[in-house]
């Protein structure tokens, strides 16, 4: 496993921090691709903050494997291998389907279930499928949020964006995410009927489904 960066959760968060999280959402949102080579003078001017702020983000997000750095190319965005799919959707399973088994259906992350959901749906009929990758990524953080865990939550944020580059790397968005924005709902009218477990079994059976899908596409693209 990866040097997880966790900051205190009672601190506010410094400036590298923030620049951290601000390019780690980048990530999340599919704006940035696995291999990407990232140019310091440009994102120094795009985030604008000095490019030592910018170097000790990059520190902290490569040694959370989501960056690369080599001497004399410079930093770019890690390309998952396919063990680090595996254990991305391990590490999925576990979080995810136990925050929603012991989940207070009146929890507040009910409400941003909902709004992400509502986005997936506009997004699916706009047939922004990459937004509803994005839209897709906010639910699954919503159910993680379930779990008052402000470190899942954090580690949360890191695997969904390690999940986006392995996405990033698969030509067909539509054939990835299409599937899920029914299934979201489903476990959303769950959620809202109080039948937690349920909700949880379907949820791992879910995630079991969609690491297949991923898997499949990934190892013919890789090989």
Excluded at 32 to 45: F, P, T
Excluded at 133 to 139: D, E, L, P, T, V
Excluded at 173 to 184: I, Q, R
Aim: charged content about 25%; overall charge negative.
């Amino acid at each position: 496993m990866h040097t997880r960066h966790y900051p205190n959760p009672g601190a506010a968060p410094s400036l590298t921090d923030t620049v951290a999280e601000t390019i780690r959402q980048q990530l999340i949102h599919g704006q940035l691709r696995a291999g990407q080579r990232l140019s310091e003078a440009g994102l120094s001017e795009q985030l604008e903050v000095s490019r030592n702020t910018l170097r000790e983000a990059f520190r902290i997000l490569s040694k959370e494997g989501l960056l690369r750095h080599e001497p004399n190319r410079g930093v770019s965005v890690v390309v998952p291998s396919i063990a680090d799919i595996i254990d991305i959707y391990r590490v999925r399973r576990l979080i995810e389907c136990q925050a929603l088994a012991q989940a207070w259906p009146r929890h507040p992350a009910h409400k941003r279930m909902e709004q992400a959901m509502a986005q997936a749906r506009r997004m699916r009929d706009a047939g922004d499928w990459l937004e509803v990758g994005s839209a897709n990524m906010m639910f699954h953080a919503a159910i993680v949020a379930l779990a008052d865990s402000v470190r899942l939550s954090a580690m949360f944020a890191d695997i969904s964006a390690e999940l986006r580059l392995a996405f990033g790397l698969l030509d067909d968005p539509e054939y990835l995410h299409a599937p899920f924005v029914d299934l979201n709902g489903r476990l959303l009218d769950l959620f809202d009927q109080g039948d937690t477990a349920t909700a949880a079994r379907n949820l791992e059976s879910y995630l079991i489904q969609s690491e297949r899908m991923v898997l499949s596409v990934y190892s013919a693209r890789v090989d």
